[in-house]
Every structure is written in structure tokens, then in C-alpha cells.
């Protein structure tokens, strides 16, 4: 394939552009999705993460197609995801939740391995100064936002066992605080404490778990893009290839 200056200057810009738009960070990595679309609840990540369904039921609309429905009450699902710092000192992992407007308990999980010790968690709490979307800290309690019910809402954490951070993503505001996290359950359940019920009620859509700590501007990216910026998009490596870029790529390192 000729190559004139002109074009192969293109291309470079375009590599540039392609590894620019790519959502990951180089050291990220997708672990497990649910998108909900369907009763199966299967995660769509490849990674074979089938939760244990306790109690949620399929709800036909959503944040995006189906979502998960929880009663409040003693509904989860089960994952067998080790999120321990130990074996993820990165890690982000969020969510779209729709709450409900009957929440009597102001401590509720949508994410959560906890056990005992505020270990890893996502979710409703009003120890972090106010009743809102809350993120444990290993020590305590990070405060977000005010809850707005029957209103979905976007969700993360990322946590930072390297860098010592928490920091809690609610729709377009950021909450951080320096603190790491202890160990808890070698499972992960979506809608309840392990250790301590708080039971979610609503609706969960496209709850994610990502190896790394994803930038502000990552999170905006899949915020604002929803199931499809969080899909990885192998055919960019793949396209990249076709365009026989890859050794141009090489080269350049
Ligand atoms: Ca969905
Ligand atoms: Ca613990």
C-alpha cells in the first residue's frame, strides 16, 4: 500500500483521534455488565458473571431497554465478583438507578460486598451529612447528593487503593475524599448489604464493574453515552489493523 507524506500524516492524526476517543484507560478494563434488557440478567461483559437472582424481577422500561426491578424489601442478585481492594486496588463500578418514592430506611445499597467495616458500597445513606446517593469509604461515609425519586439518576464510584481516594460520581457532580478501603465479602451484590440487608427499591440499569479508576472525563463519556460507552470497542483495534496502521503505531513508540 503507497503511503504519500500527506496521507500517512492523516493517518496519524486519525490514530491519534481513534486512541483519544477510546473509553478506557489503557490499564481499564471491562469486568462485568448488566444491561437488564432481558429476564436473564446475564452479564453481558463476556466474563460470564451470572448473578443469583433473590426476589428482582424484569421491569420492560428502563434507563435504556429493560432494567432490574427491587422491591426494597429482600430482593438482590448475587455476583461472584471479588471487588477486595486486594484483588482490585482499582476499581470503578456504577450504575443507573430509578428510586422509589416509598424508601422508609434511609441506608439502601445498590452495590455493595460489604462486610462489616464500610467496605466497599454504593448506594443511599444519611451518615455522609445528608439522606443521598452515598459511596462507604472504609471508614465511613461519603455524601453525594440529595435522592430525587422516580428519577433516574447516574451513579459511580471509583476507587483508588493506589492513590488512597473515593471519589462519587452523581450525574454531573463529583464528591472525593482520601481514604482506603478494608476487605469484604469475596461476592459483590447488587441491591443489598451482605452484612446489613438495606434493601434498594427501584429500578437498576446498567450496572458496570470496570478494573481501574476511571478519569472525570471517562466517566462523563459514560454518563452521557450509557450502555454503548461502556461496551468495549474492539473494532478499533481491529479497524486500525485494516487500515494498516498498526506498524505505523509501532514505530512511533
Ligand atoms: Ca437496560
Ligand atoms: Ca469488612
Known sequence: MMITRTSAVAMAAGVALAIGGMAPQAHAQLLALYSFDDASFADISGNGYT?????????????EGGSAFFNGINSFLQIGLDINPTALPQLTMGCWVRVDDDFDSPI????????????????????GGLTGYSAFTGSGVLGGAPVVAN??????V??????????????GSSFTTLSTAGSGNTFVRLGS????????????????FIRGALSPTEITRIREGGINAIIPTPTAAAGLAMLGVGGLMRRRR
Do not use: K
Open 151 to 156: 428519577e433516574w439518576a447516574f451513579v459511580a
Open 193 to 208: 448489604n451482605p452484612a446489613f440487608g438495606e434493601f434498594f427499591g427501584g429500578q437498576m440499569d446498567n450496572a458496570f
Open 158 to 171: 471509583v476507587y483508588d487503593q493506589t492513590a488512597g481516594s473515593v471519589t462519587l460520581h452523581v450525574n
Open 51 to 63: 448473578p443469583t437472582n433473590t426476589n428482582v424481577t424484569f421491569a420492560s422500561g428502563g434507563f
Open 108 to 127: 439502601r445499597q445498590f452495590i455493595s460486598h460489604d462486610s462489616g467495616g464500610f467496605d466497599r458500597s454504593l448506594g443511599i445513606d444519611f451518615r
